[in-house]
C-alpha cells in the first residue's frame, strides 16, 4: 500500500536522454572533462618539476624516470579512453557525465602510483 493512491510505482529508466537532460548531462561531463585535463597537465608538470629536482645517482635516476613514464602514460591513457567513451555515449544520447568522472579517478591512481615509484 502506498501513501499516495495516485503514485504509480518506480518509473522505468529510460535509455536515452533528450531535451534539458541531455543538455545538462553534455554540459556536466564537458566540465568534468575540462578539470580532468587541466588536473592532468598540472600534476604531470609537478611530477616533471620533482623529477628535475631529483638525485643524480643511477638507482634514483631508474626510479624517477619509471615512475614520470607511468604517470605520463596512465594520464595520458585515462584522458583519452575517457574523452572517446564520453563522445561514444554522448553521441548515443546515453548518460555520459559518469565517464569523465571515472577517467579522473583513474587519472588520480595514475599519478599517485607514478609519484611513489619516484619517492621508492
Known sequence: MSLNQNFAGPAARRGRLDGADRALDTLVGLVILVVELLIGFLVVYALYLFGVGGGDSSGVTD??????????????????????????????????????????????????????????
Open 63 to 120: 626510479n624517477l624516470e619509471g615512475g614520470f613514464a607511468f604517470a605520463l602514460v596512465g594520464t595520458v591513457a585515462a584522458v583519452a579512453v575517457t574523452t572517446l567513451v564520453y563522445l561514444v555515449r554522448l553521441a548515443r544520447a546515453r548518460r555520459s557525465w559518469s565517464s569523465p568522472l571515472w577517467g579522473l579517478i583513474l587519472l588520480s591512481v595514475a599519478c599517485i602510483v607514478g609519484y611513489f615509484i619516484m619517492q621508492s
